[in-house]
T-cell receptor, first 116, second 114 residues
Framework: AQTVTQSQPEMSVQEAETVTLSCTYD???????LFWYKQPPSRQMILVIR??????QNATENRFSVNFQKAAKSFSLKISDSQLGDTAMYFC?????????????FGKGTKLSVKP | DSGVTQTPKHLITATGQRVTLRCSPR?????VYWYQQSLDQGLQFLIQ???????AKGNILERFSAQQFPDLHSELNLSSLELGDSALYFC?????????????FGAGSRLTVL
């Protein structure tokens, strides 16, 4: 069975600074996706970024980028130039391909507070 | 607006009762997923439907059931409710295609069991 671990329950960062959220996972699968979802106080789950395991290049989306280390089973999220609107719970998630394709396994989340 | 519509947004009921949560997927999405978010268990996958058929089952209790209708909307039925069933229930949808599964979530239905 796959597991996703987020070791930082809470983090804070000053506006305009950079913060990195950690995520590790355990799987015996070779083909899978990794995701970061954001859940602001509105409760909506919003996709931040996605990484295909077969791609060596790290995914980037504007101010958000990942550091994907497949051998170490590590998938961290870097937020640059943090903004007040980045305040939210951030969830790391794993999805294997094939079989019950499409089901996300989530970590427990990291609560990020961006301070003015 | 994500395009995934969930109703009701909030629901308060008593132990032993039965409720139905409804989800309309994003236009064009054939697959619907149900997740439960609680303080104790975090976000847990319950069940997935694809084009009307059950595709995968997760940690769904026997008291819970779901279905997906021909118009692709889905309903999650929760019966014999217990206090521990209080949670945020999310529906998500996706276009199930090889290597293209990005789930889009609805705003959730907050269930409170008193």
């Amino acid at each position: 069975a796959q597991t996703v671990t987020q070791s930082q329950p809470e983090m804070s960062v000053q506006e305009a600074e950079t913060v990195t959220l950690s995520c590790t996972y355990d799987t015996s699968e070779n083909n899978y996706y990794l995701f970061w979802y954001k859940q602001p106080p509105s409760r909506q789950m919003i996709l931040v970024i996605r990484q295909e395991a077969y791609k060596q290049q790290n995914a980037t989306e504007n101010r958000f980028s990942v550091n994907f280390q497949k051998a170490a089973k590590s998938f961290s999220l870097k937020i640059s130039d943090s903004q007040l609107g980045d305040t939210a719970m951030y969830f790391c998630a794993f999805m294997k391909l094939g079989g019950s394709q499409g089901n996300l396994i989530f970590g427990k989340g990291t609560k990020l507070s961006v301070k003015p | 607006d994500s395009g995934v519509t969930q109703t009701p947004k909030h629901l308060i009921t008593a132990t032993g009762q039965r409720v139905t949560l409804r989800c309309s997927p994003r236009s064009g999405d054939l697959s619907v997923y149900w997740y439960q978010q609680s303080l104790d268990q975090g976000l847990q996958f319950l069940i997935q439907y694809y084009n009307g058929e059950e595709r995968a089952k997760g940690n769904i209790l026997e008291r819970f059931s779901a279905q997906q209708f021909p118009d692709l909307h889905s309903e999650l039925n929760l019966s014999s409710l217990e206090l521990g069933d209080s949670a945020l229930y999310f529906c998500a949808s996706s276009v199930v295609a090889p290597g293209a599964n990005v789930l889009t979530f609805g705003a959730g239905s907050r269930l409170t069991v008193l």
